[in-house]
């Protein structure tokens, strides 16, 4: 009899030319990703070569039972990790029947954004930093954690080695190598300061690919701990107390700010994040307030400051864009949980095109 090993890594390329595409989308919540597959006569490498799709919306929290249903237009492909060969992963986005987007399809407002004259010919860089929580599936509790008790302070588990300081490695690094093959520009990883608490980076990607990637690497994030049978959390402070919370920073730069003279464009970008701080903060994602305490290395929620090296600061500048006169600078403010679309053509536009 063959394994369910055997079946789940057929080689379909060796018999037929048909392929598989998972179809991947934002739920009602703005955090839980959906999917579902469906098979094309053969490969597709462009986006606007699939057809578009429908789901039910009253399923998703998404539209109302009596008209259910929402129609999902491929964005973005991605190689797909987990049935290999020719299949893909298709980011997609959630419109109504007559093509008007949904309210909780961010990707739509945020795509306006970044095709505006003026900020595509800025070349907006990102580089988002996810940090995330592994949890023991049937107590929600972190991976490595004494059921209901509590490790030993931090200190030495950020970034760490060893059985009784890094938990869920292997987790971690096949994420890494699935989200290689995909094609995702994921650029590191690492363990964080909270034991059962990772990092992994995307970027640099330019304007609408960062949040593509983001909810690529988050979906593949998602089916990996499904495998593991560990629950995956991006709560902004899954443990209260003297643990650090969960966030999403956001390394940004346009191409003025890394030309000569790129320094003084930096600083009147920051200038203009700390006067909309309270608009900003309002879409950085939900319980950031748990996070933002001004005691684990990130400024009070209702305090904006900017610093050089300064990790206690709303936004940071890194020492080497101080000493070149130019680079990029990272905003410390948005939570695990943002929505990538939102927080990256918010920080573009207004620091591209909005004139205080």
């Known amino acids: 009899m063959s394994l ?4 789940i890594n057929l080689n379909l390329s060796d018999t037929t030319d048909k392929i598989i ?21 053969g490969p597709v490498s462009d986006p606007s070569k699939l057809p578009k799709w429908n789901y039910d919306g009253s399923s998703t929290g998404q539209a109302p039972g009596e008209d259910s249903e929402v129609i999902l237009y491929p964005q973005a ?15 997609c986005d959630a419109y109504t029947p007559a093509g008007e987007p949904i309210p909780t399809n961010k990707r739509h407002a945020a795509a306006k954004i970044f095709s505006q004259p003026d900020v595509a010919a800025e070349e907006t860089w990102y580089g988002i930093e996810q940090e995330y929580t592994l949890l023991q599936k049937d107590v929600k509790w972190p991976l490595g954690w004494p059921v209901g008790g509590f490790p030993g302070p931090q200190g030495p588990y950020y970034c760490s080695a060893g059985a009784d300081k890094a938990f869920g490695r292997d987790i971690v690094d096949a994420h890494y190598k699935a989200c290689l093959y995909a094609g995702i520009n994921i650029s590191g990883i690492n363990g964080e300061v909270m034991p059962g608490q990772w990092e992994f980076q995307v970027g640099p990607s330019v304007g609408i690919s960062a949040g593509d990637e ?5 979906y593949i994030l998602e089916r990996i701990t499904e495998i593991a049978g560990v629950v995956l959390s991006f709560d902004p402070k899954p443990i209260q107390g003297d643990w650090n919370g969960a966030g999403a920073h956001t390394n940004y730069s346009t191409k003025s700010m890394r030309n000569e ?6 600083k009147k970008a920051i200038e203009k994040l700390g006067l909309r701080h309270k608009e900003h903060i309002a879409a950085y994602g939900e319980g950031n307030e748990r996070r933002l305490t001004g005691r684990h290395e990130t400024a009070d929620i209702n305090t904006f400051l900017w610093g050089v090296a300064n990790r206690g600061a709303s936004i940071r500048v890194g020492r080497d864009t101080e000493k070149a006169g130019k680079g990029y600078f990272e905003d410390r403010r948005p939570a695990s949980n943002m929505d990538p679309y939102v927080v990256t053509s918010m920080v573009a536009e207004t620091t591209i095109l909005w004139k205080p």
């Open 261 to 266: 003279g790129g320094y003084e464009v930096i």
């Open 21 to 41: 595409a998972e179809y991947i989308w934002i739920g009602g919540s703005g955090m839980d990703i959906r999917s579902k597959a469906r098979t094309l006569p």
């Open 214 to 218: 983001l909810w690529a690497a988050r």
């Open 4 to 7: 369910l090993s055997d079946l």
């Open 77 to 91: 492909i991605f190689r797909d990790p987990f049935r290999r060969g020719n299949n893909i992963l298709v980011i």
